[in-house]
């Protein structure tokens, strides 16, 4: 017979799922043995909801859910930098990366430059995940960008890359 006392805290997210960013989702009374972690219903380690962890540690995470919660948590740009993924091309448009997931589909990203300088001169760098199946598979950073163009129904708004032309930028 097992014998379980009732938790301290059970946290959840807006689904009724199990999850806390900052702590345990499920945390028991006492020194902290037996609280479950989770990250939207995904049981993960307290070092990745602390913090703890590297990019060596997701390239190494046999779990595709734990390592993609790994890398929301690292996140996705700082990710692809720190883990030296791959230049697919560079234009005008931006940068294309790529780094490949084993067991998963590989993450795709586009660097844009926001047009509009901040009030000390300096530019913002967003990253931008594209979907690598689109336009025959990315590219180019120029098809990535245009990939990033959707309607509400989430079809591509360019029927061929090429057809997006950024006349004015803002």
């Known amino acids: 017979m ?38 939207n219903a995904i049981r993960v380690d307290r070092k990745i909801i602390e913090g703890n962890f590297t ?16 890398i ?33 589909e590989h993450i795709m990203m586009v660097k844009v430059v926001n047009s509009t300088p901040k009030a000390d001169g300096s530019y913002n760098d967003y990253f931008l995940r594209v979907d690598p199946k689109v336009y025959d598979g990315l590219k180019t950073a120029h098809a990535a960008v245009a990939s990033t163009w959707r309607r509400k129904d989430g079809s591509l708004v360019f029927k061929k890359s090429n057809d997006y032309v950024c006349e004015v930028e803002s």
């Open 2 to 39: 097992i014998f379980q006392h009732k938790p301290k805290a059970i946290h959840l997210n807006a689904t009724n799922q199990l999850h806390n960013l900052n702590g345990p989702a499920i945390e028991y009374y006492g020194k902290g043995l037996g609280n479950i972690y989770c990250i």
């Open 55 to 70: 990019w060596k540690d997701i390239d190494s995470e046999s779990n595709v859910e734990v390592r993609r919660v790994m």
């Open 72 to 104: 929301q948590k690292y996140g996705q740009a700082k990710y692809l930098l720190d883990s030296n993924a791959k230049v697919v091309h560079q234009d005008d448009f931006g940068t294309l990366y790529r780094k490949e997931q084993e067991n998963d």
